[in-house]
Nanobody, 117 residues
Framework: EVQLVESGGGLVQAGGSLRLSCAAS????????ILWFRQAPGKEREGVSC????????FYKNSVKGRFTISRDNAKNSVYLQMNSLKPEDTAVYYC??????????WGQGTQVTVSS
């Protein structure tokens, strides 16, 4: 069974940092890109960052470029999102996601990030 479990969220002041983790199981982790999404209250879920498989190519939403860094540790079946210089507008529930070869999209339960001004 494909599972994704996020952790690392919390309450932080503006300008602070958090490191989110996404632990994966139930599939060949090395073969799949992993994405981070977020959803703020009253807003649609939006893509934040993505990391590919073998070459580790990354993508970032414009508003987080230069502040967030995505990385993966294939030995630990984990992906991380280092978030620096956090802003109140980064407040959201953060989810990791992968799309399996079957076409099914899998989500974790999410982790809350709250940035106070």
């Amino acid at each position: 069974e494909v599972q994704l479990v996020e952790s690392g969220g919390g309450l932080v002041q503006a300008g602070g940092s958090l490191r989110l983790s996404c632990a994966a199981s139930g599939f060949t982790f090395d073969d799949y890109a992993i994405l981070w999404f977020r959803q703020a209250p009253g807003k649609e879920r939006e893509g934040v960052s993505c990391i590919s498989t073998t070459d580790g190519s990354t993508f970032y939403k414009n508003s987080v470029k230069g502040r967030f860094t995505i990385s993966r540790d294939n030995a630990k079946n984990s992906v991380y999102l280092q978030m620096n210089s956090l802003k109140p507008e980064d407040t959201a529930v953060y989810y990791c996601n992968t799309v399996y070869y079957t076409g099914n999209s899998y989500w974790g339960q999410g982790t809350q990030v709250t940035v106070s001004s």
